[in-house]
């Protein structure tokens, strides 16, 4: 794709709140880009949806947006159990991809729609929005420089009470519900930007009355590599107890932390240890609801004719589905076949 010259033209595939978020935040940069189509299973809400955010087309089924040719990417805002047959009706039809997280509910899946994007020859990216904010980027930065010398212990978690119904899609297994691909996605990242893909994991979780995870928490651990010895970092996620959104990076020689990871605004700079240790706090703002950066980095690639972002890498992407799967056999092991009558 080469549009260096025109505006991005982004078609919406799904009108729940994530889609009405990012379709504002879209509407801040003029220049750059236009939502041009929307999609949903129901053409009275397309077209709710077109009105409310002045979109010129509206379609009652994801195949005629993906087939409309005047949209160039196409974002995936439905439910995680619909990610990987939305994606790929997007993909098979020419379109390039920015998919909610999680990306789809299993590593294979995750194979599957990044392979297909390969074969494609088409853009695909895991919405981390998280990623792509500069501070958090910056943060990543300053551990790679080494300033604050090894990395001992990443800790990240992210909950909150949900007092919901329990037909609610968050604690829907028939819809992917659960702590672990809501909220847990995003320790997981936060975890991998700094140490990458465990080398073991150990969880623990407790079930809603559906039969989802509502709490869950694990301990991972990871080998030594050339530039690092072995680390250990925790993790937590609950739709029961308002968890801090925090994520801290503890190095031999300093720590970093946010206290709201997920969009940060300040990030905490300890260089040193002890009572002489010399703390900064570094400061960011946003327009709009944050997903400016997000929007900012898809168009970049489109342009620039780039299948993945190196801010949400497929091997990334595809480690976090492998964690994620991990976490789930943790709560859920298999059955023993000779247990089962």
């Known amino acids: 794709m080469s549009r260096h010259d025109a505006r991005i033209r982004w078609g919406i595939l ?33 077209q709710r949806f ?64 990044i392979e297909l994007a390969g074969e494609q020859g088409l853009f695909l990216m895991e919405a981390l929005w998280s990623r792509t904010n500069p501070l958090l980027r910056q943060a990543a930065q300053i551990v790679q420089s080494g300033e604050l010398g090894a990395i001992r212990h990443v800790n990240a978690s992210f909950g909150f009470a949900f007092r919901g119904d329990e037909s609610h899609r968050l604690l829907d297994p028939d819809q992917a519900g659960g702590a672990i691909f809501d909220l847990g996605v995003y320790p997981v990242h936060g975890v991998n930007l700094f140490l990458g893909e465990p080398s073991e994991l150990y969880g623990f979780g ?9 709490h869950a928490a694990a301990l991972l651990t990871f080998a030594a590599t050339k530039s690092r010895p072995p680390a250990t970092a925790s993790i937590a996620c609950s739709l029961e107890a308002d968890l801090p959104f925090r994520l801290e990076v503890l190095c031999t020689d300093g720590s970093l932390r946010f206290d709201n990871f997920l969009l940060p605004s300040e990030l905490t700079l300890t260089r040193g240890i002890g009572p002489d240790a010399d703390k900064e706090t570094l400061v960011t703002q946003w327009p709009g609801g944050g997903y400016t950066f997000e929007i900012g980095e898809v168009n970049r690639c489109l342009r620039a ?15 976090v589905a492998r964690t994620l799967d991990r976490w789930l056999l943790s709560i859920f092991p298999p059955l023993d076949p000779e247990l089962v009558d």
Do not use: F, M
């Not at 801040?28 to 236009?34: G, H, I, R, S, T």
């Open 50 to 113: 077109a009105a409310e955010h002045q979109i010129p087309r509206a379609y009652g089924s994801y195949a005629e947006l993906a087939a409309d040719p005047e949209v160039d990417v196409i974002y995936v805002a439905s439910t995680h159990n619909d990610h990987l047959g939305s994606a790929r009706l997007c993909l098979e039809a020419g379109k390039a991809v920015l998919v909610e997280k999680p990306l789809t509910v299993s590593a294979t899946e995750t194979e599957e729609l």
């Open 305 to 319: 004719g780039e299948l993945e972002s190196p801010l949400v890498p497929w091997r990334d992407t595809l480690a």
């Open 14 to 46: 799904s009108t729940g709140h994530i889609a009405s978020v990012l379709t504002r935040d879209l509407a801040l940069l003029p220049d750059e880009a236009e939502v041009v189509a929307v999609g949903s299973r129901s053409l009275d809400k397309a």
């Open 206 to 214: 407790t079930l809603a009355p559906t039969g989802v995870e509502a």
